[in-house]
């Protein structure tokens, strides 16, 4: 029997709440939002018929609050609830609550949640099937000591996970003994925070393996089928980077032999809706990992290659239809990549990054390529929340245009306000192992001397760019200050024009630490750029976006700079550069000085405190964690020391650079 949904309510926020609102407006169906006090002018809440706070900016007092979202839903007049992914969208209890108050959950059974949720008991179950398992131990006895005595019996190093988690939450790997305590302890805070279940898994930590998953779909007519596998296998601290479909190197047994697996442990707990089934392969063999009860951030490369719409078929299959489509009719046409921009810092170990994006470009307009998102410009990315900005997507007849088309997305990619890792995306796109498919979750750290270079000094062009637009800027400002009595004065004109004195203006720019000096001579139709690699001849037009037209030395280019007070940043040939504009006419700025101190390096909350006043400490030491963004941050000591003062407490909300402590000589 069919039931047809007339009104979707979307628990969750951010991109995905955008993206389920996007097919269930095309599919006629009215949507709710809901929503923190830190959300209240999102996009997800701007893109949904109604929208409904459900509570603070945490997430555990909104988000993961079961009572406030289905109270939204009974005033809405919702009859489904669209769960998204990470928050709610796998457990058990909310899809239980949501069947008691008569509302359509758009997801798996609580039973299937309930069994595929606990990794433990999912290993267990596709032991049953005869899909082999990585050696490990997914108990339910949680004591720390039998878990450490497990990990020695598995060898280090291994992986600890967080049972009912995903994401990179809540896992560590471990190398020895002496880690396992803290690691454990961290694991069990993050797996806490993210799933509000601290029980963990740990297991043998293979060292070059490939991560494959499988697309899997079944309704509540028995039927159930694989879209195909990703291959997800780019990833940094666990968390996937890069995903692409297919995966490289996959031969057709292969992909029916994983499909038929994934299709197994779906049946094996009765599944309904989407899910995922994740394998790690090493050579010839395939290991069976979880399964995710849910639709996956990645869910649109399989999209891409199959032509459908996944979060239609839950829909269609929350409504009681059967599939769109059989195994066999189920296409697999060219090749696609995922990215996923994130708000971080490279420069600073990936640290995730909150403010304000002041200018945002994605490439929407470019062909073969999606942007799913859920910020625009102007938007803050705050600390409660995961910082993802948005999923770049490209699509080609196969892997190489695929590549070529990543390659022009991220260039075309804009962000300025916030540090972020579109050049170390731009990085991985344009290596020769990458475009060699040479793939498995090592590939950062073996490439990282290329992925990660050190910051090179800007170049002529960059300069001139700066310069021009400096000028254009200056030279429209006078023109705004001409006085209106006496248009025609020279002293309100651009030309550079100054009785008696050559006709220049001297520019000064800070790149880093270096301070450089650029004197430009005014010609009829632009300047003369004095540049430390000699002179240049510019010329060119400023849009009020901060595009530039430029000519130097004859060569016609395009580019942008975006301006922030005294920051410059230059979007030139698919590279983004920083320099700081040195105005003389502004007072300088104070030196930050925060050498030698030990401050948070981003808001947060503090959850421990390592250390107490008096206490010796040795270099590297943990002295405090924040929690910022559901990861934690441990800062450490820089040297041998004693800790002579404390500036928080555990529970304490600090901003980024507070001071911590003071450490001083012991």
Request: hydrophobic fraction near 45%.
């Amino acid at each position: 029997m069919t039931k047809a949904i007339r009104t979707l309510l979307v628990a969750n926020r951010g991109e995905i709440a955008v993206r389920v609102m996007r097919t269930a407006k095309a599919m006629g169906i009215r949507t709710v939002a809901v929503y923190s006090q830190a959300d209240a002018n999102a996009l997800h809440v701007a893109s949904a018929d109604e929208a409904y706070p459900i509570g603070p900016a945490p997430a555990r007092e909104s988000y993961l609050r079961i009572d406030a979202i289905l109270d939204a839903a009974r005033k809405s007049g919702a009859d489904a609830i669209h769960p998204g992914y990470g928050f709610l969208s796998e457990n058990a209890a909310f899809a239980e609550a949501c069947e008691k108050a008569g509302i359509v959950f758009v997801g798996p059974p609580a039973s299937a949640i309930r069994a595929m949720g606990s990794k433990s008991a999912a290993k267990a179950l596709m032991e049953k099937a005869g899909v082999p398992l990585v050696p490990g131990y997914h108990g339910e006895d949680q004591d720390a000591g039998l878990l450490a005595r497990e990990a020695e019996r598995i060898g280090f190093p291994v992986l600890i996970k967080a049972s009912a988690g995903g994401g990179g939450k809540g896992m560590k790997v471990v190398r020895s003994a002496a880690e396992f305590p803290d690691a454990l302890a961290s694991a069990q805070r993050e797996a806490k925070s993210a799933f509000g279940d601290d029980r963990v898994l740990v297991e043998k930590y293979l060292t070059t393996p490939r991560h494959i998953e499988v697309q899997v779909f079944a309704d509540s007519h028995g039927n159930a089928v694989y879209l195909h596998e990703r291959d997800c296998s780019i990833q940094r601290r666990h968390q996937k980077v890069v995903e692409e479909a297919p995966a490289p190197g996959m031969t057709p047994e292969r992909r029916a032999a994983m499909g038929k697996a994934a299709v197994d442990a779906a049946k094996a707990v009765g599944y309904v809706g989407a899910g995922t089934v994740e394998f790690i392969a090493e050579s010839e063999n395939f290991y069976f990992m979880e399964m995710n009860t849910r639709l996956q951030v990645e869910h649109p490369v399989t999209e891409s290659i199959t032509g459908q719409d996944l979060v239609e078929w839950q829909i269609k299959v929350a409504q009681g239809e059967k599939l769109p489509l059989a195994q066999a009719d189920i296409p697999l046409h060219g090749h696609a990549i995922e990215v996923r921009l994130y708000a971080e810092d490279p420069a600073r170990d990936f640290l995730p990054q909150v403010g304000r994006l002041d200018h945002l470009v994605l490439p929407f307009h470019l062909n073969g390529t999606r942007v799913d998102t859920g910020v625009r410009a102007g938007d803050t990315v705050s600390i409660h929340y995961d910082p993802m900005i948005a999923k770049i997507i490209v699509s080609g007849a196969d892997r190489t245009e695929a590549v070529r088309r990543l390659d022009a997305a991220l260039a075309a990619t804009e962000v300025v306000g916030l540090a972020t890792n579109r050049v170390f995306l731009k990085a991985i796109a344009t290596h020769p192992a990458f475009a060699a498919a040479e793939l498995d979750t090592n590939f950062i750290a073996r490439h990282q001397d290329l992925l990660l270079p050190p910051p090179e000094p800007v170049d002529d062009t960059v300069l001139a760019l700066a310069a021009l637009f400096v000028l254009k800027e200056e030279a429209r400002q006078s023109a705004e200050a001409v006085d209106a009595a006496d248009p025609w004065s020279p002293w309100g004109l651009a030309p550079g024009w100054r009785l008696n004195r050559d006709a220049h203006v001297d520019l000064t720019f800070a790149d880093r630490d270096r301070r450089i000096a650029v004197r430009a001579h005014f010609r009829p139709s632009g300047f003369i750029l004095s540049l430390p690699g000699g002179d240049m001849s510019v010329e060119g037009d400023a849009e009020a976006d901060g595009t530039l037209r430029a000519r130097l030395d004859g060569v016609a280019l395009s580019a942008r700079v975006i301006r922030t007070a005294a920051h410059l940043t230059v979007f030139v040939r698919g590279g983004e550069y920083g320099l700081e504009f040195i105005d003389p006419r502004l007072a300088s700025q104070a030196a930050t000085g925060t050498a030698g101190r030990l401050v948070a390096p981003m808001p947060g909350t503090i959850i421990r405190i390592a250390v107490e006043e008096g206490q010796e400490v040795a270099e590297g030491a943990a002295l405090v964690v924040v929690e910022a963004m559901k990861m934690e941050h441990t800062v450490a000591a820089p040297r041998d020391g004693k800790v002579k003062t404390l500036k928080f407490a555990v529970g304490d909300l600090v901003d980024e650079g507070a001071e911590l402590l003071v450490l001083e000589d012991a």
